[in-house]
């Protein structure tokens, strides 16, 4: 974590006019730089401007105080929640995939790949990466399951069908693209 704001050469002077003041996130994970006009204002806003109603500015490295224009993105709340740290104490290791301890099995829980259940949990992330990517682009934050041919494969709208640890076979009917 950093202890101060960082803000591109460009935008120094514009950014430097005003008093700024470090400010926690709401869920308490990190801080960000608040102040500017008003006193109310927080210094992503000043550096790239409002962004139109429905949007917001996501930090790429989920460090609030880094307002360097290369880790700034719009995105909207869905996406920006999709840029989140996995939580502790879940019951799967990868991100939108849960255990149901009912049916001893994983499933991934994402809106575009149908609810699909798994014997193996590296195959439940493998799916939930390709529909992070299908709906995020190439940069979204996956679970990291994917060689690079298998990324451009998703993004090429030609994803290959899972293939089973057991048998070696392509997995078909998985309810994903």
């Not at 109603?53 to 307002?67: K, S, V």
């Not at 719009?74 to 840029?83: I, T, V």
Request: proline share 5%; aromatic share 10%.
């Amino acid at each position: 974590m950093i202890d101060h704001a960082l803000v591109s050469p460009e935008d120094f002077e514009r950014v430097n006019a005003y008093c700024w003041h470090r400010h926690p996130w709401p869920n308490g994970k990190g801080f960000y730089a608040h102040g500017g006009p008003g006193n109310s204002t927080a210094t992503h806003n000043i550096v790239t401007g409002l962004p139109e109603e429905g949007f917001i500015w996501d930090h790429i490295d989920h460090e609030g105080l880094n307002n360097l224009r290369a880790n700034l993105r719009k995105n909207d709340r869905s996406g920006n929640g999709q840029n989140k740290e996995k939580r502790e104490g879940c019951s799967s290791q990868y991100v939108n995939v849960n255990y149901n301890s009912v049916v001893k099995k994983f499933a991934v829980i994402f809106k575009k790949a149908n609810y699909k259940l798994f014997e193996d949990e590296d195959e439940a992330g493998k799916v939930a990466d390709k529909a992070i990517i299908d709906t995020f682009g190439k940069d979204a934050k996956t679970n990291g399951l994917l060689s690079d041919e298998e990324i451009d494969q998703v993004l090429a709208g030609g994803s290959p069908k899972p293939v089973s640890k057991a048998s070696g076979l392509p997995m078909t009917n998985i309810g994903l693209f």
